[in-house]
């Protein structure tokens, strides 16, 4: 069974750092793109990150371009998220989801770990 | 990437049907046959019930259907029942691996 579990949210000031963790379990990780959703209080689903299945493909939605870095470790089956210089607005749920193999939808996700930004 | 424009919340009585609706643009739902649908309940994952405008995944129940037309796409849930209240979410490729997801609608069974 496919599993994605993710952690290292938590309450962290403005201006601060924060790495995500998705451990991927029950298929394998190597062969399927990633791509890590936030929701925040109130608001509907955003995509934030893409990365292909070899790490060398990458997209991010423009509001994190700079300040967010996804990246993975096959090995490990690992998904992370490194978010640098948070601002309120990134106080969110995020969640990571797997891409399906016919592409373009999103067929298992995590339970999602809370990132709260405040002073 | 603007979100997708989805009414805030639709109600059915059990054993109606219900549609919701999902606009873009031009440069997402109407130009790429990729929307999808998820379904989430409180506290859970987002599950994926309807892909490529109106495949069913294995296990989602038939009583869920989607369609597009022009920049709009609508999700159709068949015979409401108890366990279809929820929040969903749909979803559209915006090309370069870049993806726009919809503002939810919450649905309730009255």
Known sequence: ?119 | QSALTQPASVSGSPGQSITISCTGTSSDVGNYNVVSWYQRHPGKAPKLVIYEVSQRPSGVFDRFSGSKSGNAAFLTISGLQAEDEADYYCCSYAGSRVYVFGSGTKVTVI
């Open chain 1, 1 to 119: 069974e496919v599993y994605l579990v993710e952690s290292g949210g938590g309450l962290v000031q403005p201006g601060g750092s924060l790495r995500l963790s998705c451990a991927a379990s029950g298929f394998t990780f190597s062969n399927y793109e990633m791509i890590w959703v936030r929701q925040a209080p109130g608001k509907g689903l955003e995509w934030v990150s893409y990365i292909n299945p070899g790490g060398s493909t990458i997209y991010y939605t423009e509001s994190v371009k700079g300040r967010f870095t996804i990246s993975r470790d096959n090995a490990k089956t690992s998904l992370s998220l490194q978010m640098n210089g948070l601002t309120a607005e990134d106080t969110a749920v995020y969640y990571c989801a797997r891409e399906a193999a016919n592409g373009y939808n999103f067929d298992f996700w995590g339970q999602g770990t809370l990132v709260t930004v405040s002073s």
